[in-house]
């Protein structure tokens, strides 16, 4: 029983990180018809923001997190003036193909930037586990999930309640009929963009204590991000968060009950039967439709 | 006029292939060293491969991220064969090519019901597992440790072993796939490709059996992909799951793309160019794939058509301005 | 006369709604029918049924006495039925030979093998698809674009074009979804000549269209519907005359004349 709590912990704790890439990859096709491929690298580059602002620039680990999704929203605002306005409205394929061109560039120039040798960041906690009612733990683990639920219900308030979501949400349903309305619809995808970045910053500062900062760090978190958002449903951000997690928690139980060696499969094979049999994911929104 | 000017297109056409060709067969007379003629070889798999690529992406329009899967799939059967039970060369391509073109064609099934983002995703991760398997079946593919020492290919007693003549067998793969490409466009088939690629309905109410087309298009693209890893195998004699990552499914996409899908050569010149690029830009290896990624990303934006498109727009333009 | 086309008690529901309420007809081989009604009665969703796109909840479609009804549209094409779209579906990548031969698709049957070889049965054929397919672009004018791709032609150029592809499966039945939209009225009167001369050939012809004008000049029989109803059949004059026909389709435009 308390390993399997365990398991779950760790489970939930992946799960969140899924949450926070398949959220922020999905804003993007939810606000502007943009499937980012090069998102692994936004996460790869919040990991390295974190490394530099701590090891080298010597700031204390909270202003380094603050710094880092502060670098990666300026990123994401740079990034879709230059790079992913073209390709509005482009058909799937160009948008697909590109990105990923984007990707590996950014790839390159961060081996370029930061050297091929994997960094380190540490925990706010250090590296002890805590024992709490039998069960032993990572506090950073902890942070993770609360972190996730308290910015994942900031996110819910804001898009449904607010004025500058409720704008988002009709952006993303109609953006003919949004501009109609009155709505800057360039203005809420810059917000979309930048929200997704920060999102991307987050996630990849968070990961990188539990495992290390490489190049190649966001490319297995984009995939399970993918499988989130296919699980989920498909531009969907309800879906997005539900999907990432699910592959958490069934990848972390796979991996403990059925076979750690083929854990990498679980999403993949998730991914495939969802598709297969429920195309449209747990939880369609009738945005996915545009695409 | 119209006839006049197609005939004179045709005559160039045909100069520009017998050209081609030439510098193909003389190209090991120039190129002395195994290392070049190493590059050599791996372009002309890679051009097996994406010329097959080609019939899935260019001509009916389908993008699949699971390419490379079929692609290790065809080196592995190859090798194993070979090396294990000891069966010819040729067995152990044709036993590549019935085993993937079975693949490819299992996989177009669910493919028929899933269109755009879903099956490009879906092919994703069937690409993905079959890597992942490939690696854990250790009793079988010797998991990460790869399989090495695969024999050269040797057939009828001839053996091409040395680099020179197996650049000819190569070569001789090469031409027969596009010379099979080309007659396959040109054909019923290659036309009710092309209509799927341009409107699904207006396929389907034209009296195209949009199902069995899909179908033959995975199927054949899937048996080049395995003919091309079983060559790719025997050629470069050591394969592990790494080398079929979704890094290589990217570049096997930009072949594509930058070369001009759905067309015969595009594909040729996109394989050929980026895998001898990278080899000749090595001393600036990571300064390459930035230009890379940003190459992809303007070729995309600015030639939607690829070098072949832009070459037959500098073409046409020279003809008229002159 | 023989009948062609029987079509009985077609029933088509969407989510609820009746999109076609038991509609029945029938076309003799070599005449041009009409289906006329205002916006929303149901005439592209009939032809959409007969066509295969959608499969109706009750009734038959009868082609030949053979029953085609809810077959995939490529088999109905196949069993002789073509048609054209109001918003074209022309092959942008392909010439305008190449759109015309792949209307012919259906009626080829050589082998991968074959084609890929090049065996004398398939050269044939591809020789004999590419006469019929360069005598029906100069049947409606276009032989000279044959290598251009459709880009090339202008709007009511197109529209001649999808009609040569529809023509190139050698239909007993030719369908037209509103072929006159955005051509001159010239153009319109050369299309009519051109379906005439189609019909004259022993091709029966379907056509959906609101320019009257084309629709009095050129159609045998015309079939009115309204709100998915078939409400009056006969002859160009007596739907002319029909009270319900005024009632449901011209007097509603004249009102909306007259606001």
Redesign the interface.
Known sequence: MDTFLQVLIAGVTMGCIYAFVALGFTLTIAAAGV?NFSYSEWVTYGGFFGVTLYSIVGLPLWAALIGTVILCVIMGYVFQWV?FR??EGRH???I??????????????A??VWGPYPLTLPTFFGNGTVEFGGISFFPHNVLIIVLAIALISVLQFCLTKTDIGLRLQATAQDPDAARLMGIPVRRMRTFAYCLSAGLAGLSGFLVAPLFVVTTTMG?GLM?KG??AT?VGG?GSLKGAVFGGLIIGIVEALGAAYISS??K??IA??I??VV??FR?RGLFPERIAEK? | MTTQSASRNIVWRAIGIVVLLALAIALPFVLKSNYYLGIAHQALIFIILASGYDVLLGFTGLLSFGHIGLFAIGAYTSAIMVTSTGAPFMVGIMAAAVLTGLIGFLISIPALRIKGHSLTLLTLALGEVIRLVIRSMEWLTSGSHGISNIPRPEILGFSFRQAVPLYYLLLAFAVLTILFVWRLRSSRFGRAFNAIRDSEIGADVSGVNISAMKMLAFAISAVLAGIAGGLYAHTVRFISPEFFSLGLTIILLAMVLIGGRGTIIGPVIGAALLITLPEALRFVKEYYLLAFGVAIWMCVLLLPDGLAGLGKRLFKRARTST | MSTVLKVAGVTKIFGGLTALDSVSFELEKGKVLGLVGPNGSGKSTLLNVLSGVYRPEDGSVTLHDRNVTGLAPYLITTQGMARTFQNLQLFQGLSVGDNVLVGRTCRMSSTLVGSIFGSSFSRKEEREAKEQARSLLSLVGLDRFINEPPSMLSYGQRRLLEIARALASSPSVLMLDEPCAGLSQGEADELAAFIRTVSAQGTSVIVIEHNMRFIMGLVDHIVALNFGRKIAEGDPRSIRENEDVIAAYLGRKKRHAEN
């Open positions: 499937v790079v073209p390709l799937f394929l160009t697909v193909t590109a990105t990923i061109g984007i990707s590996v560039s950014m790839g390159a120039l081996t370029l490319f995939l993918l499988a296919i498909w060696e083929y990498d499969v993949f094979l991914i495939i598709l297969l195309p695409l």
